[in-house]
């Protein structure tokens, strides 16, 4: 804490809030005052502007007393005075001379003079190619962000949880009089934020999910990929009769050695589809055919080419064995056997069985019907164009594409406004006719952030702000008493892409009429050192490196932030690091999934 500023007698405290353009420094500032000021202190702030900015307008009187060449004019009413000073060819004041206008206050926030004396807190809410202020300006003490992967020494602070930044603030002033303020402010995942772990949201998904029991007898080609809804069983023996397994020579194994190894041939051939069955002569070999009905009496084939054939007889090998080559009637399943049970996903090989047991159709859980949204006054459609401060819509088609993926039906519900009503009716109008309402954007704790209120409203909120990375502001719940699940996923893109695949493929599974599936790990090793803070649930994009002695290491894909998209491009899978986990060196192993599992091709 540095010590109370003296201007003319006056003490009061000075902080500054500074940042690249376009990252929410004034909404912070005046987020910042109204907390503190109900909180009973006596604020004042600086607000450092452009050089072309004028608080007074042409015509106004006083304008005209300035044009005439007042050096100072006062514009005073009953509510407000306000003193304007006319540089003309001075330079500039610093800030410490500014100050000294002030009345006797607790605390002067600054926006703006970076390269003030006075303490700071830098505001990023997205990455400058120029880098980070804190590496480049004095006194930057922390960092205010929504962004969850900054690699700093400072604390870093929830710009969504203002109370935590106002106690922040005034735990470095000193200012802490008229407040109690929280401890451990400088990690936005610690107790003191109230996040919930990822398998207590895992453990509400399970309690509250269900199948949606609309399903439907489908063509065998239709099936693909969906979830069974009743168990299928065989019409009949598969196969239906023994048959001979390669093309060669039906015999009794007993007749070779009595006949030292050569049997004469019989006239009749063993044909696949032949309607007769044929009888095995005593001491003789017939022709067969791979499918044919295995002829009666014999129990042995042999392939034709381990086999010489002259005039009329069959020489073979000693070495032959017993009982090869044919397959017993029902030896794969039995008439009345379950061969595909209720709840497994349909593959290409289960179509198979399905076709070979007699069965044209499946009855198969239909798609899991999704609503899917964007949230955000600054979010854009493809195609159009960019205002000063708006975004592309990344999410709402990657996450269509990926639910699609995963054999969904998805309703495409477009951009809606970060407006209460807008969210309110669009939410509850898509509860009435889908199974899980799926959004990006607007869950967090921000002044414009709707969905959790919405949801609250609505239904039930289940489980919000996650100790997760990435993806704290993930938010679940029900809707229509129940029956309608909700997933509010965060805004940037690569928390979006991870959440989804962590906490919407199972959900997507149960409601699907499959079974709940965390997905499917396995160990791989880490082929570098990673940072880990304990108390939160992470994944790590990487990507599998085959060493020159064949062996695979872990690499991590791109630079980690969540709205870096080539970090998923560049990935082929995430690793999975667990609450209690700390630092990792390389070598060390760790679970990997791999992408391939939620249909992704690698």
């Not at 940042?19 to 109900?38: A, F, M, P, Q």
């Not at 015999?251 to 044929?278: F, S, T, W």
């Not at 493809?382 to 205002?387: E, N, R």
């Amino acid at each position: 804490m540095r010590p109370l500023l003296n201007y003319s007698d006056k003490l009061m405290q000075v902080f500054g809030i500074v940042g690249w353009k376009d990252n929410g420094k004034t909404t912070l500032v005046e987020r910042l005052i109204s907390n503190l000021t109900k909180r009973g202190y006596q604020v004042a702030s600086v607000k450092h502007a452009h050089h072309d900015v004028d608080l007074d307008q042409p015509g106004r009187d006083s304008y005209r007393h300035r044009a005439a060449g007042a050096r100072q004019t006062m514009l005073a009413t009953g509510n407000r005075w306000a003193l304007m000073h006319e540089y003309g060819n001075q330079t500039e004041a610093p800030v410490e001379q500014l100050l000294e206008q002030f009345a006797p206050c607790d605390l002067v926030i600054i926006e703006g003079y970076k390269q003030g004396p006075h303490d700071k807190l830098e505001v990023v809410r997205q990455l400058n190619k120029r880098g980070l202020l804190l590496n480049q300006v004095p006194n930057v003490q922390a960092i205010a962000t929504d962004l969850e992967d900054l690699d700093v020494s400072v604390p870093i602070l929830d710009i969504n949880n203002i109370d935590q930044v106002a106690d922040w603030v005034l735990l470095q002033t000193g200012l802490t009089g008229k407040s109690q303020p929280n401890s451990n402010l400088n990690d936005c995942y610690s107790p003191t934020q109230n996040l919930v772990s990822a398998q207590a949201v895992w453990d509400a998904m399970r309690s509250h999910a269900h199948p949606h029991r609309r399903q439907k007898t489908l063509d065998l080609d239709a099936c693909h990929n969906l979830f069974l809804a009743e168990d299928v069983t065989s019409h009949f023996d598969s196969p239906r009769f023994s048959n001979v397994a390669v093309d060669g020579w039906a015999l009794r194994y007993d007749d070779l050695a009595k006949h030292n190894y050569c049997l004469p041939v019989m006239q009749n051939e063993a044909n696949a589809g032949a309607d007769c069955d044929i009888t095995l002569q005593s001491g003789f070999c017939i022709r067969a055919f791979t499918g044919a009905r295995m002829p009666t009496g014999a129990d042995t084939v042999v392939m034709q080419e381990d086999v010489q054939l002259k005039q009329g007889k069959v020489y073979f090998q000693q070495a032959t064995k017993s009982g090869i080559n044919w397959r017993s009637r029902g030896e794969d399943v039995r008439q009345g056997e379950i061969i595909l049970s209720k709840g497994q996903r349909v593959r290409p090989q289960d179509i198979g069985l399905a076709a070979a047991t007699g069965h044209a159709q499946l009855p198969v859980s239909l798609p899991v019907r999704i609503a899917l949204f964007s949230t955000g006054d600054e979010v854009q459609e493809i195609g159009t164009a960019l205002s000063e401060n708006g975004i592309y819509d990344v999410n709402r088609h990657l996450l269509k594409a990926l639910y699609r993926g995963l054999h969904c039906q998805v309703t495409d519900l477009g951009i809606l406004a970060d407006d209460y009503d807008c969210l309110y009716q669009a939410i509850d109008q898509a509860s009435q006719s889908h199974d899980l309402i799926i959004t990006s954007g607007g869950a967090s704790t921000g002044n414009h952030d709707h969905i959790a209120a919405v949801l609250a409203a609505l239904g039930e909120v289940h489980a919000w702000r996650v100790a997760i990375k990435p993806g704290r502001p993930l938010a679940f719940g029900t809707l229509n008493q129940g029956q309608t699940l909700f997933l509010g996923l965060p805004g940037n893109p690569v928390a979006a892409n991870v959440c989804s695949l962590m906490f919407g493929t199972p959900l997507i599974s149960v409601l699907g009429g499959g079974p709940w599936q965390h997905p499917k790990q396995h160990a791989q090793r880490l082929g570098f050192d990673l940072k880990k803070k304990p108390g939160r649930r992470e994944w790590v994009r990487v990507y599998q490196e085959i060493q020159n002695d064949g062996s695979v290491l872990l690499q991590r894909s791109a630079s980690h932030g969540s709205g870096i998209l080539t970090s998923m491009t560049k990935a082929d899978g995430l690793v999975e690091l667990a609450e209690d986990t700390g630092n990792l060196s390389k070598g060390t192993l760790v679970n990997y999934l791999p992408f391939n599992q939620f249909s992704i091709s690698q």
